[in-house]
Each structure stands twice: as C-alpha cells, then as structure tokens.
C-alpha cells in the first residue's frame, strides 16, 4: 500500500517570488507543468580562517575549518530549513530535534507535525565521503519552491557525524542523483527530484545549476534554463550519462551518478593526456559532477604530473595533508576535455579556481584547485565546484528510451579570466615547465584510499578534508 504514498499533489503557493516564470494555474496535481521554476539558492562561505597544515595535529574540528557550500530552502511539515543542493548523492534528509550531539547543533530542527508519517521499521543509514547521518524513513509534506508533495519520503536524522552543520547552517541535504544511490529504498517512494520532474513534460525533465563565485550569483532552475546565462538549451552541449557499471544491457541501463567522459586535460592550449579508466568497460576515463564537493579529485598518477607541468607548484608531505600547493599568482590555463567524439568540448577554468585562495594561503602559496585521490571509485575524477563554478549544467533525466544527459555550456572567457587574474594576483614570474602530455598506459590503481569510494557512499564533502586533512579524516572513518 505505500504506492498510495507516492501521489503527488503539485501545488502552487502563493508566487511570491519574481523569478516563478510560470504560469501557476498550470500547477494543479496530475497536469504537467510548461513552464520552469527558479529555486534561490545561496553560496555560504565562512570568514576566511588561516589555514596551516598542521591543523592536521590538531583537533581542530574538520567540518569547522572551512565550508562554503550551496543551499536551497526547503519546508518539511511546514517548517523552513536550509539544505545543501549535492548532486552527489540521492537522498533528502534533514535533523530532528532529536539530534544533541554537537555535530547538529545551531541549526533548525525538525519537529514532529501532524502530517508526519513514520516508518519506524525503515531504518536510515548514509555515509559520505567524510561523514555520516542515521534515523528513520519517513514521509512528510516537503516544499521546494512552488512544490508541494503532500507525502515524500526523507530520511529524519537523530544523527549526525563528521558533517558540522553548525557551521554552514543547513539542517541536511537534498541529494539530486539518481534512485540507484540512494539510502532510502525506492520501495519507500520516488525521491524529491523525480516527484518534482514527474509533473514537467517530458522535454523538460531537467534541472540546471549554475555555482556562482559569490553569495548571490548562483542559480538552480527546474524545468527551464535561467535567462540570466542561456536562452535556450540549444545553447547546450550534450553527452549521454554512463550507464552505473555491470548493467550494460541495452534495454536494461542503470544509472547511478550524474558522470560523463573526460578526455583529456590541457595545459596552456597543450593535450595533457590522462591515465586509462579503471572503470570496467569504460572507453575513456569517467568524470562524475558533483556540487557537493568542493574540489576537483583525480587520480594521483595524473595530478602529480600535471603539477609537475604547471610549474610553481609544490607538494605539501603526507604528514602535512600530503596536498598540492601552487604559487597564488601562477597564471595557468587549465583545461578539461569532456564528452564524446565530435561532442567533445573543452571547458576551461579560470586561473582563481586553480591558485584557490579560498582554500587556504600560506605566503606565497595557495591550495591547489585540483587534488589527487585514488578512492573515487564511481568514476575517476571528481569534478566538484572548483570546476562546476565555470559551467552552466543542465541534468536532464531519462525519458522514454533517451539515456539521461548532462549538458554543458562553458562560462568562463578565459582571456578576460588570466587578465582579471593577473591584475588581482600580479605578474607571473615562474617560467613555463615542461608539459609532460604523455599518461602512464596502466590505470592507476585503488590506492590505500579505497575507503574514499563513493560507490556505496555519497559524493558530499567538504574538499578540504580531502586535500588538507586526508589522514585525519581517514582516521576518522576508519573508527567506524
Ligand atoms: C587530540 O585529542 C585526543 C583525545 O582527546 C588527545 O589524546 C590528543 O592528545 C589530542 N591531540 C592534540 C594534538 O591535541
Ligand atoms: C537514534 O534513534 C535510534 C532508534 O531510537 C537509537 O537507537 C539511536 O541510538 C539514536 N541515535 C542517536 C545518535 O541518538
Ligand atoms: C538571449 O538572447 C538575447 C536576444 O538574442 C541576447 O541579447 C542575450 O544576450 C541572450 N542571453 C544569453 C544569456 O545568451
Ligand atoms: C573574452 O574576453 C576578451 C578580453 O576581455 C574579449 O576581448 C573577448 O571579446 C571576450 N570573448 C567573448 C567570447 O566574450
Ligand atoms: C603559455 O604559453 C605562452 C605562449 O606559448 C607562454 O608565453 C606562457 O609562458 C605559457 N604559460 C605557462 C604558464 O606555461
């Protein structure tokens, strides 16, 4: 009887926001809607704390040294919260005031209400790549801009580890990934975004992101392109979503994370070739999109080498994070090749994203943009926001027999990016290296880090634990 759960009732609140371009009379249950809708989200960052490497042999809290995240308002039983947008992962969830541990703590808290339905025998259990959160399944009234679903199902947490909401203020996480990753069985009910897409026609069955580099500049769009950076999605290149692996039956694909294929890098207009997939059946290395975390991750094979080619750069000892650093004014264009045949298209990224700042400075040295981390099992990079902040994204589920898709559209003028950079940074003194193009013709293996996998877990991380704190989050985990 819990199919009786997954009715969605769709309805209009009142359109108090400008950015509702759509039609409210079309949003009553079961009619499909036209027209998209603009979600407000906000990129939430700390004050900037320095951040020294050897907070490793601290105690300091991870979480706590440094978020920046993006968040969207949710209303659960008609209550307003904050929760971080991943794309990494695949459930809702948010706390309940029966979360006292410090790691909830200073965040709104869910209460009980009257349309509260409990599925005390459904347990809910979701690790992170750094973190985790347990409680109960659930189905409550949930709100996500001008929708309404009178029964959704979400996990409500009694607690939580390692993810230090305090500190970003949001009371959990609306994972927008497919079914396939999720904690909550599907048994339970469809998650959010597929009850939310099922009221659009099939053409617009999408959501687009765009990360912005400060607090109002982001948007987050269902059903529609913002017009404030496309038109029309024809603006849009297009690659197909690689089917999760061992279910490559034609008729019989399964999909797991929103991951499309990386061809390469560049280097300064130069191929920068990476090591082979170690994704079974994978024809080229698998890039996984990821607005949950915040770093680009690559296996260490490659991103090794493609510091060594950049030049200014230096990595920090395993006992100090182990992370790449690379001279704040380093003036590198940095590019990634995505997609397939003649749909391949590189997207570079804005020197600021590499020489990142925000990530940390120690005189004259930033934190590298990009990090390596042989744990990423779903795929082989990770592409978090320091690459998601120069692409407009469009992620269009399945329908009929089209795959669902990833579309890309580049944001970033890298001329205007390396002139801006080199103003706010100062000339560049380093000489060119020597590109190092040529990959190693092995995949690179599962390292040590295989308890990083996101397979199993989700993609939502604060990228600092990962490039800065690695050996203190494995430790972490490993208790577990
Ligand atoms: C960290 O905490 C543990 C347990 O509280 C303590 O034994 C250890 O000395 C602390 N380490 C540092 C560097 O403060
Ligand atoms: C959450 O609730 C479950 C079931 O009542 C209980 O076993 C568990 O200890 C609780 N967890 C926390 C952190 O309070
Ligand atoms: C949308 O189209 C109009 C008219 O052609 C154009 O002026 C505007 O720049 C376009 N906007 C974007 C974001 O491409
Ligand atoms: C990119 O920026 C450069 C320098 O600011 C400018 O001359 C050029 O027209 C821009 N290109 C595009 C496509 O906007
Ligand atoms: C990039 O290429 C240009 C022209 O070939 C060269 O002048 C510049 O030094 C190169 N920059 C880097 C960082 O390699």
Not at 154 to 168: E, F
Not at 199 to 224: C, H, N, P, V, Y
Request: charged share 15%; with cysteine; net charge negative.
């Amino acid at each position: 009887m819990l199919s009786a759960l997954h009715v969605l009732s769709a309805i209009v609140l009142a359109p108090t926001l400008d950015s509702f371009f759509m039609d409210p009379a079309r949003f009553i249950a079961g009619v499909y809607a036209q027209g998209g809708v603009k979600i407000p989200i906000q990129r939430i960052s700390k004050p900037q704390k320095k951040t020294p490497a050897h907070i490793l042999s601290s105690n300091v809290s991870v979480a706590n040294s440094h978020e920046f995240a993006y968040l969207a308002s949710v209303q659960v039983g008609g209550q307003d919260f904050l929760a971080l947008l991943d794309t990494g992962s695949s459930d809702l969830w948010v706390v309940t005031s029966d979360c006292t541990l410090q790691d909830c703590s200073g965040v709104p808290k869910y209460t009980p209400s009257s349309s509260l339905n409990l599925m005390a025998d459904v347990p809910f259990n979701l690790n992170y790549l750094m973190g985790s959160v347990s409680g109960t399944v659930a189905t409550e009234t949930v709100t996500l801009g001008p929708f309404q679903i009178s029964s959704q199902v979400l996990g409500l947490a009694n607690g939580t580890s390692g993810l230090g909401l305090t500190g970003t203020g949001n009371s959990g996480i609306l994972g927008l990934s497919f079914p396939l990753e999720a904690a909550i069985p599907d048994t339970a009910g469809m998650t959010l975004l597929d009850n939310v897409l099922s009221t659009f026609d099939e053409g617009s069955r999408f959501f687009a992101f765009k990360l912005g580099r400060d607090q109002i500049s982001s948007s987050f769009t269902i059903g529609q392109v913002d017009t404030a950076f496309a038109n029309d999605t024809s603006e849009f290149t297009f690659t197909p979503v690689d089917p999760a692996s061992g279910t490559l039956s034609k008729n019989e694909r399964y999909y797991d994370y929103w991951k499309i294929p990386i061809q390469k890098m560049t280097i300064n207009g130069t191929a920068f070739e990476l090591s082979p997939s170690r994704v079974a059946g994978a024809k080229s290395p698998i890039a996984v999109m990821d607005t949950g975390t915040t770093l680009v991750l690559g296996p260490s094979a490659d991103v090794d080498r493609f510091y060594t080619s950049i030049g200014g750069t230096r990595k920090m000892d395993d006992m100090q994070g182990g992370q790449w650093q690379i001279r704040c004014d380093r003036a590198a264009a940095v590019g990634f090749v995505l997609g397939e045949g003649e749909g391949a298209r590189e997207y570079g990224i804005d020197p600021m994203d590499l020489a990142w700042v925000e990530g940390g400075r120690e005189g004259d040295w930033c934190t590298g943009g990009v990090q390596a981390n042989d744990g990423v099992s779903s795929g082989d990079w990770l592409l978090g926001d320091t690459f998601l902040r120069n692409v407009y994204a469009i992620h269009q589920v399945a329908t009929g027999s089209n795959p669902p898709r990833i579309g890309l559209m580049h944001t970033t003028n890298m001329t205007a990016a390396l002139e801006e950079f080199t103003r706010e940074r100062g000339p560049d003194p380093t000489p060119p290296a020597p590109i190092l193009s040529a990959a190693p013709s092995a995949p690179h293996t599962l390292g040590t880090a295989a308890i990083w996998g996101i397979s199993g877990a989700s993609g939502y991380v604060f990228g600092l634990c990962l490039a800065l704190l690695i050996s203190y989050c494995v430790a972490k985990r490993s208790k577990k």
